[in-house]
């Protein structure tokens, strides 16, 4: 499959480009950047082309891997939709309802495959477990932390324009409802609250299995304090999603592999266009809700 790669940032330059580099069903056609110098270092550095013309590089492809904001890389997803690529976004696929559908459409309309890069539905012993918990069912409750340093450490991140309009809610809600979701429904109800530090908020959701959710979200925590969790509740007992130490990298491998094989099967992975379309809706009622409260 021959895919470009949109972006040329941290992320582009941390697991985007190696990824698509390293992939053995891969050829990594060429990079478009928003800034022609990084594109062309980035290019460079892993032997492929720079592009200055985006409509270029969708010409020349079979799929393109975007690592760019949100609400840039909603528009040109859906360009690149309509020139027949198929998609390998990352989350969240857009921070409004309407960009999120109109990825969708234009996925739908054009016939080709997406998915979006939740990094955790493609980390193999994550991915079992929820698949393993999604099939047990019975849960009562469950507790979602996602608790980042990224605004209090010397993370290449911190400076990003976006995440620090957006914060954690629209960073790493979208990972807690990735794993959330699938083991207990979509989700009938939403409540909000923004009373801690920074950009920490707590949402309590109501799912469709009947399970209640609760999810604790920042950016803004001390270093020592970060990391993630789930824990489930149930019938069953208690469970919570392992810990993995296999980065960014091999995961971006498999979702990779899954873009393959929607293209080549038809058959729509779970982590696609409209599943990231779900959470795009379920953040903005979260948001919604955390506006108002701001007054």
Known sequence: MRIGLLGTGPWAQMVHAPALDAHPEVEFTGVWGRRADAAKELAERHG??????????????????????????????????????????????????????????????????????????????????????????????ARAQWIGAVFTSDSPFAASPWRREKGALWDVGPHALSVLLPVLGDVRHVAAVAPGPGDTVHAVLQHAGGAS?????????????????????????????????????????????????????????????????????????????LTVQKG
Do not use: M, N
């Not at 985006?54 to 760019?68: I, P």
């Not at 970060?226 to 489930?232: I, M, N, Q, R």
């Open 48 to 141: 492929t082309t720079a592009y200055d013309d985006v409509d270029a590089l969708f010409a020349d492809v079979d799929a393109v891997a975007v690592a760019l904001p949100p609400d840039v890389q909603a528009d040109l997803a859906a360009r690149a939709a309509r020139a027949g690529c198929h998609l390998l976004l990352d989350k969240p696929i857009a921070t409004t309802v309407e960009q999120g559908r109109a990825v969708v459409d234009a996925v739908r309309e054009a016939g080709v495959a997406s998915v979006v890069f939740f990094t955790t539905r493609f980390l193999s012993d994550a991915e079992a477990w929820i698949t393993e918990q999604a099939g047990v069912g019975g849960w009562f409750t």
């Open 213 to 289: 959710s609760t999810l604790a979200l920042s950016l803004t925590a001390p270093p020592a304090a970060a990391g993630s969790t789930v824990e489930l509740r149930g019938e069953h007992g208690v469970t919570v999603l392992p810990e993995s130490s296999e980065g960014a990298l091999p995961a971006f491998g498999r979702a990779i592999d899954a873009l393959g094989e929607a293209a080549r099967t038809g058959t729509a992975h779970p982590c696609d266009a409209s599943f990231a379309l779900r959470v795009t809706e379920i953040l903005t009622a979260a948001e919604t809700l």
